[in-house]
């Protein structure tokens, strides 16, 4: 018997962007990032797109990008941002980082690492996560990267 068809409303889960996420959401373990592969020009763009953003061709496939990747660079953010922010209440200084993916792709994503411990070549990890609880009760799916023990 499964529980999650059972009581849909219960696990409702949609993803922070629509095309953002690949996989099924009700297993937070096996989702990744949803990448989109170009056949002319051999482009991968973050997202399920329906063309090339590179070259606007219409050829592509969705794939699924790397859990696994590379520090290329980062910022810490040491104020909190404006808006509806839903990260920690009292605010906590973060790392966004570009992640280089091997699929041939830099991503811009939050890190959970310490701030101190943060350096550009670390080996870093794909999560996606419960984020927030919206006003329809959905509960919605983010992503960052963490340290690899
Ligand atoms: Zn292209």
């Not at 959401?25 to 592969?37: I, K, N």
């Not at 101190?116 to 609880?133: K, Y």
């Amino acid at each position: 018997m499964d529980m999650v068809e059972n009581n849909p409303a219960e696990f409702q889960r949609v993803p922070v962007r629509d095309g953002l996420l690949a996989g099924d959401l009700r297993r937070l373990d096996g989702v990744r990032l949803a990448g989109t592969r170009c056949h002319s020009c051999g482009e991968v763009s973050l997202g399920q797109n329906q063309v090339c953003l590179n070259c606007g061709g219409d050829q592509v496939s969705h794939v699924s990008l790397s859990d696994r990747g590379m520090l290329w660079s980062y910022t810490i953010v040491r104020n909190r941002p404006p808006g509806d922010y839903k990260g920690p209440d009292p605010f906590k200084p973060f790392g966004i980082g570009l992640v280089e993916l091997p699929d041939g792709i830099r991503v811009m994503s939050p890190l959970d690492v310490e701030i101190s411990d943060v350096q550009i070549g670390m080996p870093l990890q794909f999560r996606a996560f419960v984020q927030h609880v919206d006003a329809e009760h959905h509960e919605v799916i983010a992503f960052k990267f963490t340290g690899v023990a």
